[in-house]
């Protein structure tokens, strides 16, 4: 399994405020992708994406075969 994490562009949370106060748990940040730009973003997703589509494809069986 390939998990995929939200990738996070932007300061609409403030992260570090919620660590601070203890309203989330300093691993919880792991559970997501922070990004610095909507480039990073979109090449973390494709990235991830792809390969999650490539270890998947083996397993896919194509109709007609």
Same mark, same amino acid.
């Not at 660590?19 to 940040?29: G, M, S």
């Given at each position: 399994?390939? !998990?995929l994490?939200p990738v $996070?562009?932007? %300061?609409? &949370? =403030?992260f /570090?405020a919620m660590v601070k106060? =203890?309203t &989330?748990a300093?691993?919880? $940040?792991? $559970?997501?992708?922070? *990004?610095?730009? !909507?480039?990073e *973003?979109?090449?973390h997703?494709? %990235?991830t994406l792809? /390969? &999650?589509?490539? #270890?998947n #494809?083996?397993? &896919?069986?194509?109709r /007609?075969h």
């Amino acid at each position: 399994c390939h !998990p995929l994490r939200p990738v $996070l562009f932007g %300061e609409v &949370i =403030n992260f /570090g405020a919620m660590v601070k106060h =203890n309203t &989330i748990a300093p691993r919880d $940040l792991a $559970l997501f992708k922070f *990004a610095d730009t !909507p480039q990073e *973003a979109f090449s973390h997703l494709k %990235e991830t994406l792809t /390969g &999650i589509y490539k #270890s998947n #494809s083996s397993h &896919i069986v194509k109709r /007609g075969h």
